[in-house]
Structure formats: structure tokens, C-alpha cells
């Protein structure tokens, strides 16, 4: 199931590299404007001003990657997708991407703020707990709120009921969604060595959306099997079998297709 997640991935990227690039460009200058205006700011040492402007670039990031989240959920669904879909998807996602962004820097102020207080002013073994206790809090957060955009792609949920499910997600599949995390990270450390263009916030949002799509196989199975009650039971998923029409779909895209995929259209 590992191996099928990551060559769907990479296949829905190079499928879609037109949308992903163009998308990624955008979000990578509105970051780096809106996050240089903010840097700026607190250069000034105006932090009042600093901390707005933080805001409001949150927002704007949100809004711009939840539009590709609606296009990662018709990848991963096996639809095409159009450059001029990105764009009629900026309207639908102000609400929820304002919501998400004022909670992701309303998260990182305060959490810098108590950084600041109990490693740097407290100076004290309390302070070093609470300090990283508070650490551990946003690596958990971190690793739920993965799952929050592809919830919100594939299943339509509302903010609320999206932030439970992200919760919930990530504890019933702890070791799965640290496995995802970590592709998420090697794909950000790839993103910086290609300038912020590949693969991006786009590529990363494509595989997280496969992998959610791919992870809920398992609950319908489940569905279908009230008897799986243990937890040793719940984990005996026929993996293989849920995803044979995926990968069938998918096909075997040997490495001529990528080059020179004209050719094998033409087979």
C-alpha cells in the first residue's frame, strides 16, 4: 500500500506539473512578499504591526492552497484538471481558508509567546517542562492538521467537524500519519533545493489527499465487517485487495510514459 501511495503521488504530480508549478509559483510569491513585509515589520520592532501582518498572511496562504485542494481531490480521484479550475476555486475556499489561517497563526503567536516566556525569560527546569510540553502539543497539532485539508476536499465536511476529524485521523493512524509527515518533510526539503517549485505545497497537498483517500478504504472495510471489534483485528486490513482497482486504473506507467507519454497514447 506504501509503494502504491508514492507512485500514485509522483504519477498525479507529473500528470498535473503545469497546475502544480503555476500554483506553487503563486503561493511561493505571495509568501515571500507577505512574509518580507512582516519581517519588515519587526525589524521596525513593531510588533503589533508584525503580528497583523502574520495574520493576514496566513489567510492569504490558506486561501490560495485550499484552491488546490479542491483540484488534489479530483487528481486523486483519477479526474483531469484545469489551470483555469484553480482559480474559480479562490471564491468557494475564502471562508474556510480565512478560519484556518487565523487558527494557524493564532497557534504559532501564542506558542511563540510561551516559547519566549518559559525558555527564554522563565530560565528554570519548570520552564524547560512547560516549554516543552507545549513543544509536544504543536507536533501533535502539526501532524493532525495534515489531514484537515484533505478532509476538507474529499468529504466536504464544515471547519468544525473537519478539526474533529483531523484529531481522529491522526490517533486512529498515528504511525501512518508520521509516515506521511516524513514524506511530507522530504518533499519540503526538496522544495527548497528546486526554489519553490516542485513539488511544492501542491505536490505535498496531492500525496496527503492520496493518502487519505487511500486510508478511508480502510473504514469502509470496517463498515462492512463489524465483527473486526479488537484492536488487533481492526489492523487486518486486505489492503491489497482495496486497492486493486486503483492500482489497476493506474497502470503499470513505466518510464517511457513520463518522457514521452505522446507514444504511449499511441499504442
Given at each position: 500500500?506504501?509503494?502504491?501511495?508514492?507512485?500514485k503521488?509522483f504519477?498525479?504530480?507529473?500528470?498535473?506539473?503545469?497546475?502544480?508549478?503555476?500554483?506553487?509559483?503563486?503561493?511561493?510569491?505571495?509568501?515571500?512578499?507577505?512574509?518580507t513585509?512582516?519581517?519588515y515589520?519587526?525589524k521596525?520592532?513593531?510588533?503589533i504591526?508584525f503580528?497583523?501582518?502574520f495574520?493576514?498572511?496566513?489567510?492569504?496562504?490558506?486561501?490560495?492552497?485550499?484552491?488546490?485542494?479542491?483540484?488534489?481531490?479530483?487528481?486523486?480521484?483519477?479526474?483531469?484538471?484545469?489551470l483555469?479550475?484553480?482559480?474559480?476555486?479562490i471564491?468557494?475556499v475564502?471562508?474556510?481558508?480565512?478560519?484556518?489561517?487565523?487558527?494557524?497563526?493564532?497557534?504559532?503567536?501564542?506558542?511563540?509567546?510561551?516559547?519566549?516566556y518559559?525558555?527564554?525569560?522563565?530560565?528554570?527546569?519548570?520552564g524547560?517542562?512547560?516549554?516543552?510540553l507545549?513543544?509536544?502539543?504543536?507536533?501533535?497539532l502539526?501532524?493532525?492538521?495534515?489531514?484537515?485539508?484533505p478532509i476538507?476536499?474529499?468529504?466536504?465536511?464544515?471547519?468544525?467537524?473537519?478539526?474533529?476529524?483531523?484529531f481522529?485521523?491522526?490517533?486512529?493512524n498515528?504511525?501512518?500519519?508520521?509516515?506521511?509527515?516524513?514524506?511530507?518533510?522530504?518533499?519540503l526539503?526538496?522544495?527548497?533545493?528546486?526554489?519553490?517549485f516542485?513539488?511544492?505545497?501542491?505536490?505535498?497537498?496531492?500525496?496527503t489527499?492520496?493518502?487519505?483517500?487511500?486510508?478511508?478504504?480502510?473504514?469502509?472495510?470496517?463498515?462492512?465487517?463489524?465483527?473486526?471489534?479488537?484492536?488487533?483485528?481492526?489492523?487486518?486490513?486486505?489492503?491489497?485487495?482495496?486497492?486493486?482497482?486503483?492500482r489497476?486504473t493506474?497502470?503499470?506507467?513505466?518510464?517511457k510514459?513520463?518522457?514521452?507519454?505522446?507514444?504511449?497514447?499511441?499504442?
Amino acid at each position: 500500500m506504501y509503494g502504491f501511495l508514492l507512485k500514485k503521488s509522483f504519477c498525479d504530480g507529473w500528470d498535473n506539473l503545469l497546475s502544480l508549478v503555476v500554483t506553487n509559483v503563486i503561493i511561493l510569491f505571495a509568501t515571500m512578499g507577505l512574509l518580507t513585509l512582516a519581517a519588515y515589520a519587526a525589524k521596525l520592532s513593531n510588533n503589533i504591526v508584525f503580528a497583523l501582518l502574520f495574520v493576514v498572511a496566513c489567510i492569504i496562504i490558506s486561501i490560495l492552497v485550499f484552491a488546490y485542494g479542491e483540484l488534489a481531490a479530483d487528481i486523486a480521484n483519477f479526474n483531469g484538471v484545469s489551470l483555469v479550475e484553480y482559480f474559480k476555486q479562490i471564491p468557494k475556499v475564502l471562508k474556510d481558508g480565512t478560519l484556518f489561517g487565523l487558527f494557524i497563526s493564532a497557534a504559532a503567536i501564542v506558542s511563540l509567546l510561551a516559547f519566549d516566556y518559559y525558555f527564554l525569560q522563565m530560565q528554570s527546569l519548570v520552564g524547560v517542562f512547560l516549554g516543552g510540553l507545549i513543544l509536544w502539543c504543536d507536533i501533535f497539532l502539526i501532524l493532525a492538521l495534515q489531514w484537515f485539508l484533505p478532509i476538507r476536499s474529499l468529504m466536504h465536511n464544515g471547519f468544525r467537524k473537519c478539526l474533529k476529524k483531523s484529531f481522529i485521523v491522526f490517533f486512529d493512524n498515528t504511525g501512518f500519519s508520521l509516515l506521511v509527515a516524513l514524506y511530507s518533510l522530504v518533499c519540503l526539503i526538496l522544495t527548497v533545493l528546486t526554489v519553490g517549485f516542485v513539488p511544492g505545497a501542491s505536490g505535498i497537498l496531492i500525496n496527503t489527499t492520496n493518502a487519505l483517500r487511500i486510508r478511508l478504504y480502510k473504514y469502509d472495510y470496517l463498515e462492512e465487517h463489524p465483527e473486526l471489534q479488537g484492536k488487533r483485528d481492526r489492523k487486518k486490513i486486505p489492503w491489497e485487495e482495496l486497492i486493486y482497482e486503483d492500482r489497476e486504473t493506474l497502470g503499470p506507467r513505466k518510464l517511457k510514459s513520463f518522457l514521452f507519454p505522446w507514444k504511449e497514447e499511441n499504442k
